[in-house]
Each structure stands twice: as C-alpha cells, then as structure tokens.
C-alpha cells in the first residue's frame, strides 16, 4: 500500500540515527510483496522507476481533495505514472494534468504530501544508497557485501534489491559484469604523502599519476564501443579519439577504466576546465577535436577478452590491461615499497602539471563505489570536495551575488552532512555569477533572507592550509584559509569527502 511507504519514509524523515532509518526501512521492505519490491526501493530511495514523466512544478500546483481513506497500490500508483509518461504530442500536457488530477484525487493527504515530494525531487529523508543496502541486507538476511557487489554490477538498486528480497544470496550471484552497462567507479581515500599512503597499504604499492581529467569508463564488444563517465552518463559521441584508440585495440571484448585528458603540444595537461567544457560539449565535435584534442589514459581493467576480473587483486588487473592495451595508452606507474623513490615519483608528476600520485595496494579487488582503503591519492596541497549547504548574499562590490559558501562533509552514519566552515575566497565575478544562478535554483527556502539555505547538490573542490578543533561548528573542527578552486559537476553529493576524513587531517 502506499500508505504504508508514505508512513516510513515519514519515520525515516523523523530519526536522524542512521540505524533507526534502516530499522523503519528495513521492516517495511519485509512486509513488501515480491511483485512490488523493486518499486517501494525505488520510491524510498526518491527515484521513479520511469525516472521522468514530464511532470514539473507548474503541474502540481492545484491538486484535488484527498481522500479520507487509503485504498491506493503501489502498482496501481506505479502503473498511472507509466500512463502519464506515455503521453506524447497534441494535447499531451492537458493530458498529464488530468491524469495526475485523478492520482492525486484517489490518495489521501498523507499520500499526496508523499508523491508531491517524489515527484519533485523533494524527498530528502535520508535514505541514500548506503542505508538503503544495509535495509535491504536486514530485510533479506543477506550480507550488505553481497547487496554492493550486485549493485555494482546492476547498477539500479531497486532491482537489486528486489533480487535479494525474491532469492537471497543465489539470486544476487545472477547478477554479472555486462558490457555495454557501466559500473559505479572506484574511488580513492586521501594521505598528506606517499609515505603515509605506502604505510596504510602496509608495504610495497603501485604508485601512478593522478590526472586532472575526465573520469571514463570504456566498454567494447565487437566494434561496439561505448563510454561513460563516472556520474554512467553516455559521452560516446562526445570522445572520438576514446572511441577510436579502443575500437583500435585488438581485443573486443573490454570493459577500461581511465581518464581523458586534454594536453598540451609539450605534454602539460590543460586547466581542467578546458578538458571539462570539451568533454560536455556536443556540438560540433569535429572542430573541438581540431582545437582540443583528447587523450585518453587507462589505469584498470574490469574485464578483458569475455573474463570479469573484478575480484582479481590489482597486480593481476593490471597485468591484464597491459596484454590488452599499448604503454602508450597506459597511466605512468611506478611499483615500489621505497617511500624516497615514491616521493621522487610524485614530485615528478607534480612538475609535469598533474594533480598528484594514487597509491594502490597490490592485492585490492576492485571496489566499484566505494572508496576503497587499497586506493590512496596524495596531493601536493590539501583539498577536499565539499558540498554546498547554503550561501550568504554578499555587499560591496559583490553585491546582488550570492558569495559566502557554507560548506559541508558528508556523514555516512546519518546521510546527512556537517558544517565545516565558510568561505568567499578564489571565487571569480565570472563563477560568482554562475553560482548566484545555480544557487537560486537549489534554494531551500526564501532567497530574500541574507543566508540562502541549499539542497545539498552541488560539490566544490576546495584547497585550505590545515583543519583545527573549533567549538563554532557542529563537528568541532573548521578549515583553515579554505579557497575554492573550482566546482565538481562530475559528482554527486554522496561523492564528497566523509566527517571522517577530514577528521584524519585534524591537528
């Protein structure tokens, strides 16, 4: 019923503990029917499983009267969703409305507030993907390991978790590595050398350049190539020479993860926002590729030659990738326990224009989504990519833009965020502009007051000089001379760095 959904995620809304949301979770996904597992996750989780029905504000501006009594299916709902995004044409809007009108005409309003909210984007309850697979472990009896590793594979949590509600373990084993379907990437932790990176792998470690590019996902099978950033959006069109120097390979059956990367006639990497822009940029490709020409730089193998090598340690990924791809087209590396030649190595990298090393334990398996322990980047400065949580109107000569940031790390244990500081510094007229822009658009709340409170969406990269304790903010630490050096629309709010790590830095 969809009573029963619109009640817990009111619960989940309510508790701010983490393991109190996956209790609510969990034990109304037990009492789900098989038939509507997957769109009670979908729903739970803020997503429709039509993703967009056309549907926007100006749409739910006049609804009907609720009814007094709760009849409503999640299949009866799911299905009417489908009918609305079926509509197309003359007369399609018209429509839509009138088929919402019905919707929301057959739900109570306890139903409705709950729709309203879905619909728009709105459910911000808490329960993002990491405690939604631990509900959907409890729920099962499965291992939340299990659950991730599908997911990984799948990509769509409902179905997922629809699988491990139907079959436990077995059914979650079905799901497999598909070409042609990117897997949520592999993230890196952060240490302040490569010292201390080479110390937490506990011992000799693969040491490669970390460029300032565009993550990419590489997929062929035949002469079938596809590719996908680290956010799975498609960018095949968008990257010729990827799609050429992998169609170029002797092997067609590839699934390489790696970086793009506009480069200098001497070799030095672009601002990132040159490669960005050229990256995004749909039109007129042909003559981008002239002026701002990729390449193209891989690091891992997720399969090679029909095998799926996920599990497989490092070292033996990477042995895979160089059989199947030229050095060329590989990330400089270096294998060393030596922590002086680990150093020289990255202050290398660092002279030719990248953005630092990553340390890679010889025997980590591939933990797509997650930021595994056995991936380590060390920066020459220290950064960490923040979320926005709000913006404060700015006077003087920047006045009418929103200036001041305040910014935020993400806390796994309540999928919320915590307030680490403020700052106005490295902020451009031009990006004040864009940011006044966007800001207004993400605004939870009056924009006339002089602190604008934000959805929690967008990620800036942001440099400061050290983190110390400070009873001014709730997690007791602030940033030190913190300065933006550029937002991060590549990833997701979840993507930022943890209480935890910035925690790691405290002094």
């Not at 822009?277 to 590729?289: I, M």
Request: proline residues 5%; charged residues 25%.
């Amino acid at each position: 019923m969809l009573i029963d959904l619109a009640r817990t995620s009111a619960a989940v809304a309510a508790d701010s503990a983490r393991l109190a949301k996956i209790r609510h979770l969990a034990e109304l996904l037990g009492r789900v029917g098989p038939d509507e597992a997957e769109i009670a996750i979908a729903y739970l989780s803020g997503e429709l499983p039509q993703r967009q029905i056309g549907v926007g504000w100006r749409s739910l501006r006049d609804l009907p009267e609720p009814r007094q009594v709760a009849t409503a299916t999640l299949t009866e709902v799911d299905e009417h969703l489908g009918r609305i995004k079926a509509q197309a044409g003359a007369g399609s809007q018209a429509a839509r409305k009138e088929l919402l009108a019905r919707l929301f005409g057959a739900v109570t309003r306890q139903e409705q507030s709950f729709l309203l909210r879905l619909l728009t984007g709105e459910l911000r309850q808490g329960a993002l993907d990491g405690v939604m697979i631990e509900a959907i472990a409890k729920a099962s009896g499965v291992p939340s390991a299990e659950v991730r590793r599908a997911l990984t594979l799948r990509g769509w949590l409902p179905a997922v978790g629809a699988a491990a509600l139907r079959g436990g373990v077995d059914a979650l084993r079905e799901f497999h590595l598909e070409v042609g379907r990117p897997v949520a990437p592999m993230l890196a932790q952060s240490a302040p050398s490569v010292a201390a990176a080479l110390e937490k792998v506990g011992g000799p470690a693969a040491i490669e350049w970390k460029l300032d590019g565009i993550r990419v996902q590489a997929h062929r099978t035949g002469d079938e190539v596809s590719v996908f950033t680290r956010t799975l959006d498609d960018i095949t069109a968008q990257v010729p020479e990827l799609v050429e120097a992998v169609r170029a390979l002797p092997e067609t059956d590839l699934v390489l993860d790696g970086e793009v990367i506009a480069l200098r006639p001497d070799g030095r990497p672009e601002p990132f926002q040159v490669t960005s822009g050229r990256v995004a940029s749909k039109l007129d490709v042909a003559s981008l590729r002239e002026t701002v020409p990729l390449s193209v730089f891989f690091f891992d193998a997720l399969r090679v030659a029909g095998a799926d090598l996920l599990d497989l340690p490092d070292e033996k990924r990477h042995a895979a990738l160089e059989a199947a791809v030229p050095a060329e087209l590989i990330t400089p590396r270096l294998v060393t326990g030596d922590a002086q030649e680990g150093e020289e190595f990255f202050t290398d990298a660092v002279r030719r224009g990248h953005e630092g090393v990553v340390v890679k334990a010889p025997l980590t398996p591939y933990a797509a989504g997650r930021r595994g322990a056995g991936w380590i980047k060390v920066k020459p400065r220290h950064t960490l990519d923040l979320v926005v949580l709000a913006a404060e109107w700015g006077n003087g000569r920047r006045q009418g833009w929103l200036s001041n940031l305040h910014l935020g790390a993400y806390d796994p244990e309540t999928a919320g965020f915590v307030m680490l500081g403020k700052t106005f510094k490295g902020l451009t007229d031009e990006l004040l502009a864009w940011q006044t822009e966007q800001f207004l658009r993400l605004a939870d709340g009056p924009t006339d007051e002089y602190v604008v409170t934000l959805r929690p969406e967008l990620v800036v990269e942001i440099a400061f000089d050290g983190v110390q304790r400070s009873s001014r903010y709730p997690g007791g630490m602030a940033l030190r001379f913190a300065r933006v050096l550029r937002y991060r629309p590549d990833k997701r709010a979840e993507d930022a760095d943890t209480v935890a790590s910035v925690r790691a830095l405290l002094f």
